[in-house]
T-cell receptor, first 115, second 112 residues
């Protein structure tokens, strides 16, 4: 149980294009989903927290207009990187929690490369 | 937010116990300690969590000191597949939202 999937697992795009990453909780309903970014040889950095049906809460320094997060259902959240640039190339990981106080279960990650 | 401090790397012989320490001296009374591990290029995997009592599951044991300022994750019989980066996290609660603040983690290498 407690499986979280991400799609795609990797994506390569041209600079200036937008990329959408999906995060799904497969066997539980997630009231809260989180989005992280991880650069090579670094730790995970929380980007934003999203609750189903509400606007996402972004961490300080994360541009909400660049990283659009939608959490339209209890099993799906999407992260759209708008007008991607090479510096946005990173490993993006989502996690989901059934209830606010429960542990987070992480997806396998999406590797984004912007040329 | 409470922060954690872990040694950057550790080695452990296969079959031996791996003891991974974590300091969280600024932890608050209602903050839990979580442990996850991340194998290269994958998402973190949940291992165990606790508040103040020691905990054990099929993967590991978690020992939390009485003052809760530090904890130790114990992998009783390490295997090569346990080679990973292990993160000790103190879960922060702000306005009803619980979020993880990841530290730098410990890179555990299990040696044959």
């Amino acid at each position: 149980g407690a499986v979280v999937s991400q799609h795609p697992s990797w994506v390569i795009c041209k600079s200036g294009t937008s990329v959408k990453i999906e995060c799904r909780s497969l066997d539980f309903q997630a009231t809260t989903m989180f989005w992280y970014r991880q650069f090579p040889k670094q730790s995970l950095m929380l980007m934003a927290t999203s609750n189903e049906g509400s606007k996402a809460t972004y961490e300080q320094g994360v541009e909400k207009d660049k990283f659009l997060i939608n959490h339209a259902s209890l099993t799906l959240s999407t992260l759209t990187v708008t007008s991607a640039h090479p510096e946005d190339s990173s490993f993006y990981i989502c996690s989901a929690s059934q209830n606010p106080g429960n542990e987070q279960f992480f997806g396998p990650g999406t590797r984004l490369t912007v040329l | 937010d409470a922060k954690t401090t872990q040694p950057p790397s550790m080695d452990c012989a296969e079959g031996r116990a791996a003891n991974l320490p974590c300091n969280h001296s600024t932890i608050s009374g209602n903050e839990y300690v979580y442990w996850y591990r991340q194998i290269h290029s994958q998402g973190p995997q949940y291992i165990i969590h606790g508040l103040k009592n020691n905990e054990t599951n099929e993967m590991a044991s978690l020992i939390i000191t009485e003052d809760r300022k530090s904890s130790t994750l114990i992998l009783p019989h390490a295997t090569l597949r346990d080679t990973a980066v292990y993160y000790c996290i103190v879960r922060a609660a702000t306005s009803g939202t619980y979020k993880y603040i990841f530290g730098t983690g410990t890179r555990l290498k299990v040696l044959a």
